[in-house]
């Protein structure tokens, strides 16, 4: 069975930083694509960065780049979320996903194109 586990979210001021880290189990995804995704309050679900496979192109939504890094530890089989320079504007209900391919170009960022989801681990950003 395979699972992800976001963890590392939290309520921080404006400026401050957050890592986020997925744990996987179940799977490896380090030869295909693996994502975060938020969903802000009552809003749809969207892209915030993508690694399309370990040592591989990385992506970034324009709203979060030069801020956010998303990274891999295949050791640890864990994917990261690096956020600095937190803003208001950031807090949402923060997803990791995999992907059992790699996904390019658009396809990176639409989420019916990843196979497996975490619970999701919310960050709010207080101004």
């Known amino acids: 069975q395979v699972q992800l586990v976001e963890s590392g979210g939290g309520l921080v001021q404006a400026g401050d930083s957050l890592r986020l880290s997925c744990a996987v189990s179940?799977?490896?995804?380090?030869?295909?694509?693996m994502g975060w995704f938020r969903q802000p309050p009552g809003k749809e679900r969207e892209f915030v960065a993508a690694?399309?496979?370990?040592?591989?192109?990385?992506y970034y939504a324009d709203s979060v780049k030069g801020r956010f890094t998303i990274s891999r530890d295949n050791a640890k089989n864990t994917l990261y979320l690096q956020m600095n320079s937190l803003k208001p504007g950031d807090t949402a209900l923060y997803y990791c996903?995999?992907?059992?391919?790699?996904?390019?170009?658009?396809?990176?960022?639409?989420?019916?194109?990843?196979?497996?989801w975490g619970q999701g681990t919310q960050v709010t950003v207080s101004s």
């Open positions: 996903a995999g992907a059992t391919a790699r996904l390019y170009g658009l396809r990176r960022e639409e989420s019916r194109e990843y196979d497996y």
């Open positions: 690694s399309i496979s370990s040592g591989g192109s990385i």
């Open positions: 179940g799977r490896t995804f380090s030869s295909s694509t």
